[in-house]
């Protein structure tokens, strides 16, 4: 009887996720045009969390994003701060968004607009700015900044008009694309920026803007093959969003990591809105030269949104050459694909890979499932310094904790037992 | 008996559940053995597969 209730409840929340068809329909400042933003919040990565309890990468973006806001002048000052709890701290998943690594966004930041045009809601990212030394992993110096103020003064601008030029772009048949030249969506983003480029230069060239603008800005998205990941993230965000809050569901609609804490929130639990934690693990990867496990944080980032929607880790068997980037061998690829059908409710209609006769990739991960097999979802994902203000120092394959699955479950046999169905 | 005999006398193709040692043991005699990867449910936690048990 509940079996059929849960299943049921399940059907109708794959169904939504499946129906999904973000779009990117514009671009603005975060104050804007996100809900809920002010002058003195801070967006961050993951569940929430305080300043005292922040790993190293989030600290440096913090600091980094206030210096870069003129609220601070230096990393004294945005320390002294940012422990006054002047400043709002809040995670992304709250103001409908989500942020790669650190994931901290300031008002004037530039904001891609997601929207879901089967049901209406929407989502935000923020422009990515490359690998290495960047904010989100936590480097806020003064090519940092200065890079941020180019996006906020070009780059988003360019873009923005450059996009009213071209009309809305359909994300989702972009991400499919993707999927079938070789990128998962997470971290290999190579096709897809290519593709990006080629929808949008035309109209780049006809914008308003200075020739040599126009040529920073196409230079800038072809020297980052990363640069779509802030695409297929919030489209992700907006496709599962609109699955939030099924009652019965043990869907999981949220997975993010703050860099100190690993959350999941599921479907048919408190609406979707509570968190269920557990200390971040550490990455098993590859390191940049010069680097070891010994300078790594632990895991951080929105990005695992990424996994949840049926691309990303669940569609490395679509990307083997991302084995280079974050360790294993091709078949270590196609595994993690294949066991991932083991905790998901279904099978994707839209993104597939061909190396499995074009199968559908593994959707909706469903906490039973995950509670019974043991097998965790698979996440690679990019490794932060520890330290703040010095950035990206490899990439890897992680697993979230089980205990956030285990303690999720917990909570919706007490909810179904004070309803008296169990 | 003898369909037993027969099979023996046949190529055998192993699939090993359990302890991995007794397909290693066929691996080494040149036997093809592959090891299913089996855990018990929810790891064997008696409180996970009480909560579970509760869904069904």
Same mark, same amino acid.
């Given at each position: 009887m509940v079996m059929e209730k849960i299943n049921a409840a399940n059907d109708k929340a794959l169904e939504i996720i499946l129906n999904g068809q973000p779009s990117l329909v514009g671009i603005g400042k975060c104050l804007d045009v996100v809900? =809920?933003?002010?002058?003195k919040t801070l967006l961050h990565a993951g569940p929430p969390i305080t300043w005292d309890k922040a790993s190293g990468p989030l600290r440096g973006a913090m600091m980094g994003a206030l210096i870069y806001e003129g609220l601070a002048e230096d990393e004294e000052s945005a320390t002294k701060l940012l422990e006054s709890g002047e400043i709002t701290l809040d995670p992304w998943h709250h103001h409908d968004g989500v942020g790669p690594m650190a994931g901290v966004a300031s008002a004037s930041m530039p904001v891609f607009i997601i929207k879901n045009?089967? /049901?209406g809601n929407y989502s935000y990212c923020t422009l990515n700015e490359g690998l290495g030394k960047v904010l989100r992993f936590g480097a806020y110096n003064k090519e940092v900044i200065d890079r941020l103020k180019w996006m906020e003064r070009v780059l988003g601008p360019l873009l923005k008009e450059a996009l009213e030029l071209h009309g809305p772009m359909d994300l989702k048949t972009l991400i499919a694309q993707m999927l079938q030249m =070789?990128? *998962? &969506? $997470? #971290?290999?983003n190579k096709s897809g920026t290519g593709m990006f480029i080629r929808a949008i230069a035309p109209h780049v060239a006809a914008t308003s803007f200075d020739l040599q603008d126009k040529i920073d800005v196409l230079k800038f998205m072809d020297s980052n093959? $990363?640069?779509?990941l802030n695409l297929t993230m919030p489209a992700c965000k907006a496709t599962l969003d609109a699955a939030? &809050?099924?009652?019965y569901s043990t869907i999981v609609t949220t997975q993010a990591r703050n860099g100190t804490e690993f959350g999941i929130r599921v479907s048919g639990i408190e609406g979707g809105d509570r968190w269920f934690t557990a200390p971040a693990e550490y990455i098993d990867g590859l390191y940049f030269? &010069? /680097?070891?496990? *010994?300078?790594a944080n632990p895991d951080i980032g929105d990005s695992v949104i990424t996994e949840i929607a049926g691309i990303g880790g669940f569609a490395m068997a679509t990307a083997p050459a991302i084995v280079q980037f974050v360790g294993g061998t091709p078949q270590d690829a196609v595994n993690y694909s294949t066991s991932m059908y083991e905790i998901t409710h279904g099978e994707n #209609?839209? /993104?597939?890979i061909p190396f499995l006769n074009f199968r559908g990739t593994a959707t909706g991960i469903d906490i039973r499932k995950v509670v019974e097999t043991g097998i965790l979802p698979v996440i690679n994902t990019g490794i932060a310094h520890k330290d703040p203000g010095v950035g990206q120092v490899g990439a890897g394959i992680v697993r979230p904790p089980m205990k956030c699955y285990e303690d999720a479950l917990q909570a919706f046999v007490e909810m179904l037992e004070k309803e008296g169905l169990v | 008996m003898s369909n037993i005999n027969e099979l023996f006398g046949k190529e055998l193709k192993v699939i090993n559940m359990g302890l991995d040692s007794f397909g290693d043991d066929l691996k080494e005699q040149n036997i093809k053995t592959v090891q299913m990867r089996w855990r018990p449910p929810?790891?064997?936690?008696k409180k996970m597969m009480s909560l579970l048990s509760k869904l069904k």
């Open positions: 809900p =809920g933003m002010t002058e045009e089967t /049901y =070789g990128d *998962e &969506g $997470h #971290n290999r093959d $990363h640069f779509v939030k &809050g099924i009652p030269p &010069g /680097y070891s496990q *010994e300078d #209609n839209v /993104y597939q | 929810a790891g064997g936690s």
